[in-house]
């Protein structure tokens, strides 16, 4: 079986693994998820002498309790390299609580055994048996570990789990192939209602580094990575473009003035291709060109998913603040968007797109907000003024009844602009 296959079926299997390895929660800025590296106990619980577990039996029944996935980490081995996959679980749309009833856990004892309901895999009743060791030769935990019996015989791979402490819980499962590869799928949980399970926002990033200029910005820029930027000016000319990424944020220190620059017309300062789980907070960025050269944007994103913008100033003469091509879930909150060459925000075949509490001013355009062959799209609470719109034109233009204006202030603007048969405008004023 090879590593596509592993994939499929540790999603069937497991359902959620993650950074074996974790952090203290007193050092949110380092990382849950550590180097998979070493071979899982192999040892079945079936081969265990009794005397092997008794003393740990009251180690592991410190695991009783409900527990949450909050990510996972799969390694593939094959003749001595190795690639790896880091995946934050996120936030439940439904609740506001973290992830959802199927990433979790229940260990419980039962009729004197140590058990364990695994929802996600549909899992109820599995023996929970203490052994020595570690689950994993790099595990924090070296001492004991509890091997995971099956109801069935046939099991598809070795799986263990251990506490690292005693609200973060892993577990690991281990796949052998007939060619001596072999997978290792390693979930953290956090037990629920705990300190760790209420700032689980706070390990979403593997690698976190601090830059103070470009170049170092630019070596930064990984998946499952969180960049914090010092004070001063960024010049990305020729570097801002980047494909491939997954959970990366970028964000300016709190309180301090970051611009990120670009002094080519044909290029966004910031352009994401096939991409996702990308957060850009708190930065001001646009070009440093003579206003009407410009034919690029300043933020743009195509064949992207979760992009969130947040407290964020764009600024022309970018043509558009923001643009977007067949890109799916936007938020964009708290920022400006001003001095564009050809409008606000231009989006393509994108669809789930809330722009909240924003500010709108300074531009022009024949379709300010220009929105094409796109769906749910939400422009809320946002302020519109100094925008100029081409003759014979309208101040938006969508399709099929997928845009809308909720409680939006317009100043200098003619509602009739905004009276495309396609657009909802709700709760607005003009003024």
């Known amino acids: ?33 550590s180097e998979v590296t070493g071979e899982i106990a192999s040892s079945t619980p079936e081969s265990q002498p009794e005397e092997m577990t008794v003393g740990f039996a009251a180690e592991a ?8 996935g909050i990510c996972s980490e799969s390694v593939y081995y094959e003749d001595g390299d190795e690639s790896r996959h880091f995946y934050f679980y996120g936030v439940s749309e439904e609740e506001d609580e973290y992830y959802s009833e199927d990433m979790s856990l229940l260990v419980y004892k039962e009729d004197g055994k ?36 099956y109801g069935h015989s046939d099991r598809m791979a070795d799986i263990t789990t251990t506490l690292i402490s005693d609200n973060v ?29 209420d700032h689980a926002d706070d390990y979403r990033y593997p690698n976190q580094v601090t830059v103070s200029n470009a170049y170092d910005l630019i070596q930064a820029i990984d998946s499952n990575t969180k960049i914090t930027l010092t004070a001063g000016e960024y010049d990305l000319t020729s570097f801002g473009r980047y494909s491939g990424i997954s959970n990366l944020c970028i964000e ?62 764009l600024y022309g003469c970018g043509t558009y603040g923001i643009s977007a091509y067949n890109c799916y879930r936007g938020w964009v909150s708290d920022t400006e968007i001003y001095e564009c060459s050809e409008g606000l925000v231009y989006l ?84």
Not at 124 to 140: S, V
Not at 174 to 190: A, K, L
Not at 267 to 293: C, K, M
Not at 393 to 408: H, I, K, P, V
């Open 61 to 68: 029944e410190k695991m009783i309790g409900e527990w949450t």
């Open 348 to 431: 393509l075949s994108c669809g789930y797109w809330t722009f909240d509490d924003c500010e709108m001013r300074d531009t022009e355009g024949i379709v300010p907000i220009d929105t094409y062959d796109c769906w749910n799209i939400q422009f809320q609470f946002c302020d519109f003024h100094d925008v100029e719109v081409g003759a014979e034109c309208y101040f938006a233009s969508a399709s099929d009844l997928t845009l809308t204006f909720n409680s939006c202030t317009f100043t200098g603007l003619d509602e009739a602009l905004l009276c495309d048969t396609d657009i909802y405008v709700v709760n607005c004023t003009f003024q």
């Open 169 to 197: 819980l892993e577990l690991v499962s281990r796949y052998d192939y007939d060619d001596g590869s072999y997978s290792v799928y390693c979930v953290t949980y956090f037990r629920n209602g705990s300190d760790e399970y």
């Open 114 to 149: 140590l058990r364990m309901d695994n929802r996600g895999d549909s899992d109820y009743g599995m023996e929970l048996i203490p052994t020595a060791g570690a689950a994993y030769a790099t595990c924090k935990n070296s001492t004991w570990k509890a091997d995971v019996k």
């Open 252 to 313: 300016a220190t709190e309180g301090e003035k970051v611009e990120l620059i670009t002094r080519e017309a044909s290029d966004p300062v910031l352009w994401f291709e096939n991409s996702d789980r990308i957060v850009i907070r708190g930065i001001t960025a646009g070009h440093q060109i003579e206003r009407g050269y410009c034919n690029g944007s300043v933020l743009e994103f195509e064949n992207c998913s979760e992009v969130t913008v947040e407290g964020c100033r």
């Open 1 to 33: 079986m090879k590593k596509v296959q592993f994939l499929a079926l540790a999603c069937a299997v497991v359902m959620s693994l993650c950074a074996c390895g974790s952090t203290e929660q007193t050092q949110p800025d380092s990382t849950v998820a």
